[in-house]
Nanobody, 124 residues
Framework: QVQLVESGGGSVQVGGSLRLSCTASGYTFARTCMGWVRRVPGQGREGVARLHPDSDSTHYADSVKGRFTISQDNAKDTVYLQMHSLTSEDTAMYYC?????????????????WGQGTQVTVSS
């Protein structure tokens, strides 16, 4: 049974930092595309960051480039999202995502599994 469990969300002031974690079970983690998406109520889902398991290649949404970093620890089956210089526009529910890493890259179309989400609230 596959499972993704997020943690690390919370409330932070503008300009602050948070690190989200997602522990995966039921996957061959080293061959799984991992990523983070976010959703604001009333808006669509935004792909924030994704990571290819073999090449460690990463991709970021323009809105978070230079501020967010995705990484993973294969020994812990955990993927992280380090977030710096947070703004109110980063307020959202953040979801961990996983998909097949069989290809040489990880387009969002391969992501099929989602966690329950962790709320990030940025206030001034």
């Amino acid at each position: 049974q596959v499972q993704l469990v997020e943690s690390g969300g919370g409330s932070v002031q503008v300009g602050g930092s948070l690190r989200l974690s997602c522990t995966a079970s039921g996957y061959t983690f080293a061959r799984t595309c991992m990523g983070w998406v976010r959703r604001v109520p009333g808006q669509g889902r935004e792909g924030v960051a994704r990571l290819h398991p073999d090449s460690d290649s990463t991709h970021y949404a323009d809105s978070v480039k230079g501020r967010f970093t995705i990484s993973q620890d294969n020994a812990k089956d955990t993927v992280y999202l380090q977030m710096h210089s947070l703004t109110s526009e980063d307020t959202a529910m953040y979801y961990c995502a996983a998909g097949s890493g069989a290809f040489s890259f990880c387009p969002w179309s391969v992501y099929t599994d989602w966690g329950q989400g962790t709320q990030v609230t940025v206030s001034s």
